[in-house]
């Protein structure tokens, strides 16, 4: 039986029988994996979306042509023939778990979850020898009885894989710092070491250019081991989480008394919080694109991709708040960045904003509880010194964050929110809180225009809310309903008109402008400017379209499509794929991780369809294209479907995948069959 990663207490039953998990094997949770990664992989949704309709539109010539509604546009002269003309909608699974009245059946022959295999060492090296010289290393206190092997010719001659030669034949690592702290495991260790003539002999030894003029790998937010020992040790101090919940705990104990009463009892409180007027400044503009925070697929090195393209905003991948409490390391992963990150986004004349002060990278945390948000938001504050803002999910739709009272279904709670919100503002000093939310939780019951009310007009404090257009039913099916985006943001401007007029009026009370920024369906520069017109958000943030292709943001600050050449998205490739061995490591984990995150992306990836062979622009997140073929080969084996083409790819830069590394892609490994009840 397995737990609930985000809920220990709670136990998971599996639909699938013993010959299903014989034939496909379950799902392996890895011990580095987050808990919300923990949580995907053991969700499963199904895969059948709406049939595709059609619409008419008018070509160049002003004659009016045939459109399928869902189906990429694709040139006659780049389509390829196959019995199926309806492609798959795989975002359609995203949805099937929450559509009611239907039942969920699991198709027969499909696999019931993914499994990674492991990529490591036939037999390890021991760490007392991994960056010790041959004839100098440390001692091991395992002695005769360590697993690992202590003779290192033996080792690199029979137990390590051969170096690879991709990037030269050069560790990325000990290039970018000189030093390469995985030594003798390094795929490239031949570009690091060399065999020299000593007194004893011939010895292998590390060389270190550390001394010499390097770049360097700046990340920050590098958490302590040490803090995150008291955090598991619970000798972490909190104070001004004690304070609060201890004044949260009182007052609830109070009941429903006269409201005169309970603000008596604010007004008492010993360490008064930090007003919203009080907290750094923020801005969100037009020329600040915001890359949505992206479970898997939002890690260090894709972020790292897309603000080299011009991505000016970024937000960690989600992390729940009680393991970040219990200082689990897998959580704590989630908050490093890296130092372009760390970098001011760009600007115009902002009145009251100091750009030297700000930052593009921000935390989202997703919490159940008013302690454990108001706790983990004062942690954060003490320990990550390089955070933009604190931005609270209130939109995830995975089921078991769901049902933990996390995520989308603090939708249905909005008191809990407002409280979570207000406690964090008191305990974050000068770190700006942010809310993400959804429509609401069910289809045609909308509830985010009654929030944003609450949440702007209640004085909770939140500097910034974002709206994704769909609700938690939906998940990614269906368009984002942009006009109801609008609408709050008609709501959110009323609001920041009444504060200017009272900020005038009155001088001491400042009541701060609060952002707007809208998400969904945004996959180009027209999707982008047409949001900031019609919408009025001041800002777009863009998720599925940034996975499918990343120079998004580079469109947007240009004004104009582009056409990247299939050579120029391999590129992209390589280059997600150095800053991944130089996040997770050079050795044969490392390289297995990063592997691992690339197909994860190419997974995406491989839906784009160059805007060269399309007929009709703009293209359209939803739209699903027909069997094609590209402008030459490499274009054709980049869209391409199938993942052992994903892994080939992989192998460019990857060397050959580890005979134990297993891929499945999602869309595969979690599809079901909807079929009505009765």
């Keep these: 039986m397995e737990s609930n990663p985000l809920n220990p207490h709670e136990t998971l039953t599996s639909s699938s029988n013993v010959q299903d998990r014989e034939a496909h094997p ?65 975002d359609a699974a995203e949805g099937a778990a929450h559509q009611p009245g239907k039942r969920r059946e699991k198709s027969k022959g499909q696999n019931t979850a993914r499994n990674f295999g492991s990529s490591k060492d036939e037999v390890g090296l021991c760490s007392s020898r991994a960056t010790q010289p041959e004839f100098s290393p ?148 037009p020329e600040t694109p915001i890359l949505a925070p992206l479970t898997t697929q939002g890690n260090l090195p894709f972020r790292r991709l897309c603000v080299n393209l011009g991505a000016q905003l970024t937000y960690s991948e989600m992390a729940m708040s009680l393991p970040l409490i219990q200082g689990q390391k897998s959580e704590w992963a989630l908050l490093r960045a890296h130092e372009s990150e760390a970098t001011p986004p760009a ?28 706790k983990t938001a004062e942690i954060l504050t003490q320990l990550c010194p390089h955070l933009r803002l604190i931005d609270l999910n209130c939109g995830c739709p995975i089921d078991l964050v769901y049902r933990t009272g996390a995520g989308s279904a603090l939708l249905d709670s909005p008191a809990k929110m407002d409280k979570i919100v207000r406690g964090m503002n008191a305990v974050s000093d000068d770190i700006p809180i942010t809310v993400k939310i959804r429509m609401g939780t069910k289809d045609n019951k909308p509830t985010a225009l009654k929030l944003v009310d609450r949440l702007v007009y209640g004085g909770s404090g939140a500097a910034a809310i974002t709206l994704h257009g769909r609700s938690r039913q939906q ?27 009272l900020a005038d009026t009155i001088r001491e009370v400042d009541t701060g402008k609060v952002y707007f920024i809208g998400n969904g369906d945004c996959y180009s520069h027209v999707d982008y400017q047409k949001h900031l017109e019609e919408a009025k958000v001041d800002s777009v943030m863009v998720a599925r379209g940034a996975l499918i292709k990343p120079w998004i943001f580079e469109e947007i600050e240009k004004g104009q499509y582009l056409d990247k050449s299939a050579s120029e998205r391999l590129g ?46 703009p293209p359209s997140l939803q739209d699903r294209p027909p069997a094609w073929r590209g402008r030459n080969e490499l274009e054709t084996l980049l869209g391409s479907d199938n993942y052992k083409d994903w892994i080939k790819i992989s192998e460019m830069f990857l060397g050959h995948a580890h005979e134990n590394f297993r891929f499945e892609p999602k869309h595969k490994s979690n599809s079901y069959e909807i079929e009505a009840e009765g």
């Excluded at 992209?572 to 991780?593: H, N, P, Q």
Aim: contains cysteine; proline residues 4%.
């Design 138 to 285: 440390n001692d091991c206190q395992y002695g005769d009885k360590c697993r690992f092997e202590h003779d290192l010719r033996k080792y690199l001659k029979e137990w390590k894989r051969a170096d690879l030669t991709t990037f030269e034949g050069i560790c990325p690592i000990w290039k970018a710092n000189g030093k390469c702290h995985v030594g003798w495991k390094c795929r490239f260790v031949g570009s690091h070491s060399e065999e020299r003539e000593t007194e004893n002999g011939k010895e292998l030894i590390l060389t270190d250019s550390s001394s010499q003029s390097t770049t360097g790998i700046g990340t920050i937010n590098e958490v302590s081991t040490q803090a995150k020992s008291d955090l598991m040790k619970r000798k972490f101090n909190t104070p001004k989480t004690d304070k609060y919940v201890k004044w949260l705990q009182s007052e609830e104990q109070q009941g429903p008394h006269l409201d005169d009463e309970r603000n008596d009892k604010r007004a008492a409180y010993v360490s008064p919080p930090f007003l919203p007027c009080e907290k750094r400044k923020l801005y969100f503009g």
């Design 26 to 90: 379950q799902n392996v949770v890895l011990a580095n994996d987050s808990a919300v990664t923990k949580a995907e992989k053991l969700e499963r949704h199904g895969s059948q979306g709406p049939p595709a309709k059609r619409m008419k539109v008018e070509d160049h010539n002003g004659t009016t042509s045939e459109r399928r509604k869902g189906v990429a546009p694709i040139k006659s002269e780049f389509l390829i023939n196959r019995s199926s003309t309806n492609p798959q909608d795989d």
């Design 475 to 501: 998940r990614y099916t269906k368009s984002a309903d942009w006009e109801y985006i609008a609408d709050c943001a008609a709501l959110i401007k009323k609001f920041n008109e009444r504060g200017d007029d």
């Design 572 to 617: 992209l490739v390589e280059k997600f794929a150095k800053y991944g061995l130089e996040t997770w490591g050079s050795d044969e984990m490392g390289v297995g991780t990063t592997r691992r995150f690339l197909l994860e992306w190419l997974s995406f990836a491989y839906r784009y369809v160059p805007v060269g062979i399309l007929e009709y622009l």
């Design 347 to 374: 600007f115009r004349s902002v009145k009251n904003y100091d750009n030297s002060r700000d930052l593009k990278f921000g935390a989202q945390i997703a919490a159940n509880k008013p302690w454990n948000a108001v």
